[in-house]
């Protein structure tokens, strides 16, 4: 019987098909464990909180005895008051004709709001998560609208292309994922992030080493990790749904428990100018965690290759950037 009071988790975009993955793997305690009880905030736009009321039903009708109720908003400032975690998942998607100002337009209109909704009433020790995207500068604009909350309280999603990098070298290896270790992906979480196997290991062996294809890691390993999203969105017809809720659920768990000793995972956290990654620009790092805050892990050696592959990705971010500047956004 579940002893300690309730977390309060936030997750917006809660009608939408990664809410419906993700809110039923919370409630069963997988995001913060079989002790912890959570308290469930789904924040939605008017017109989809009939359809976030279906999804709260249908938690009811599970009988998780981790859930210690559920609230539905269609407004940011309740939905996010005394949250603890605050996974941010609704978003405009691109639709035909759009181009990346208006994208970037219509989510500054959603995650300025939502940043300032945080730092208006987030719990002291809030840690956030967008998932939405464009999730770096989505992140972006946030924690520029939440000045009182520490920056490093705001992250974006890379696990899941953490995850498509270590399902793809356990692939190519036949080594079990459990046995791969210090994969990295850098930059945005877009076709130009930079999945690096250049620190990786396979069963404690380098794994370039192990793979001993550099072909295959340039030609095959880096566009298919970098262009799954893509690849999932043709033969779907939707974009990632269960993989990003798992991604989500995955980052927040590091997050909360800490990274295995010897390893670390990749998240998009605000730059500390670490590798030349202009100062808060939300990028996606190696990053290790205590339990408590992200790390960035320090000191790796990059090659030319490595060092023209970061500064792309990065490039692009400082564009969005300006991009969201010289619409006031942030
Ligand atoms: P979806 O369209 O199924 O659901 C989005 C939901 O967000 C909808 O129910 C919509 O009503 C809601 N919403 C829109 N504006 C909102 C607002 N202001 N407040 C609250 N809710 C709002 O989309 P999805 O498949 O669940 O994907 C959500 C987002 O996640 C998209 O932007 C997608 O591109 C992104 N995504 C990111 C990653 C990643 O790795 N970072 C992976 C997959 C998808
Ligand atoms: C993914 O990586 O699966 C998504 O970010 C793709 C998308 O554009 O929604």
């Known amino acids: 019987m579940p002893a300690a009071s309730p977390v309060h988790v936030t997750v917006t975009g809660a009608a939408g098909q990664i809410g419906y993955a993700l809110l039923f793997r919370i409630a069963s305690g997988q995001l913060l464990g079989p002790d912890t009880p959570v308290r469930l905030h789904l924040l939605e736009v008017p017109q989809a909180v009939k359809a976030a009321e279906g999804v709260a039903l249908e938690l009811d009708d599970c009988a998780f005895p981790l859930l210690a109720g559920i609230d539905i908003h269609d407004d940011a400032t309740e939905a996010f008051a005394g949250t ?9 998607p691109r639709t035909a004709g759009m181009e ?6 219509a989510n500054g209109g959603i995650f300025g709001p939502q940043g300032a909704a945080i730092n208006a009433g987030a719990a002291q020790d809030v840690r956030v998560l967008v998932v939405g995207n464009p999730a770096n500068t989505n992140a972006f604009i946030a924690a520029a609208a939440a000045p009182d909350v520490p920056k490093d309280r705001f992250t974006a999603m890379t696990r899941l292309d953490h995850n498509r990098a270590v399902g793809q070298l356990a692939a190519r290896t036949g080594a079990p994922v459990t046995d791969i270790a210090r ?3 850098w930059g945005n979480h877009s076709a130009t992030q930079y999945p690096d196997l250049l620190h990786a290991t396979v069963g404690g062996r380098p794994a370039l080493e192990v ?7 340039r030609d095959t390993f880096i566009p298919t990790v970098a262009k799954r999203g893509a690849q999932i969105i043709e033969a779907r017809g939707a974009s990632s749904a269960a993989s990003a809720a798992n991604a989500a659920i995955d980052h927040v ?6 990274t295995p000793a010897g390893d670390w995972t990749s998240a998009g956290v605000v730059s500390d100018g670490s590798y030349g990654v202009p100062e808060g620009l939300v990028s996606s790092f190696p990053v290790t965690s205590d339990g408590g805050a992200w790390q960035i892990v320090q000191g790796l050696e990059l090659d030319g290759f490595s060092r023209g592959r970061i500064d792309a990705s990065v490039e692009e971010l400082v564009d969005e950037r300006e991009a969201v500047r010289a619409l006031g956004l942030a």
């Open 84 to 92: 603890n975690v605050a996974l941010l998942v609704g978003a405009r």
């Open 100 to 105: 990346r100002g208006d994208l970037l337009s």
């Open 183 to 185: 994969v990295t992906i």
């Open 211 to 217: 793979v001993g294809d550099d072909a295959w890691v």
């Open 253 to 258: 768990r590091t997050w909360v428990d800490g």
